[in-house]
């Protein structure tokens, strides 16, 4: 595992309650977030998160992939890409998370596509009347195994620019969620 680092610091808010992603989803212009408001442990296992252990319990996101595919359909266009979900973290804040339980060789990481998908996001979000302010990290989640070399690889790939934190899922509960 890489050099332990403070990853509190590298975000600067953490989770509080349900309500800030809930008060966000009301706002939106569409009307489409709303249904879209997911418990994070559901989202994770449709992202193919396969550990038995669950930190999550009753925490609840956005499930960004979802609201894109069905403004695609309304609008009768293509589909963008999304980072795969979001949820509140302190008081209007979000952060967006993408999953990449599927990298087992890190050469498979594209970061042009990962940037594209935190533009098209922040396009998203800004579909909703309610000022929120965009955590500047994305969270990406690795899998466990082969943690070390993945994190490794992504961060090499990534420019400064590009503000990525990677993680697994037990850091993220951790980070963000278990301080508060």
């Not at 997911?38 to 999550?56: D, G, S, T, V």
């Not at 979000?125 to 993945?150: H, Y």
């Amino acid at each position: 595992m890489p050099a332990k680092k403070n990853l509190k610091a590298e975000l600067f808010h953490c989770f509080i309650s349900n309500d800030t992603i809930r008060n966000f989803a009301s706002a939106d212009k569409y009307a489409l977030m709303p249904c879209f408001i997911k418990p994070i442990a559901e989202m994770l296992k449709n992202e193919h998160y396969k550990r038995k252990e669950m930190p999550f319990k009753n925490e609840v996101g956005i499930y960004l992939d979802g609201v894109e595919i069905e403004q695609a359909k309304r609008n009768k266009v293509n589909r963008k890409r999304t980072v795969d979900f979001l949820f509140g973290v302190g008081n209007n804040w979000i952060l967006f998370t993408e999953a990449k339980f599927d990298v087992s060789n890190p050469r498979e990481m594209k970061v042009s596509e990962l940037k594209e998908k935190i533009v098209h996001s922040k396009e998203l979000v800004s579909n909703s009347r309610m000022v929120v302010q965009i955590e500047p990290n994305t969270i990406v989640l690795l899998k466990d195994e082969n943690f070390s070399q993945l994190y490794r690889e992504l961060k090499n790939k990534v420019s400064n620019s590009l503000k990525i934190v990677p993680m697994t899922v037990s850091q993220l509960y951790n980070t963000v969620f278990a301080s508060r």
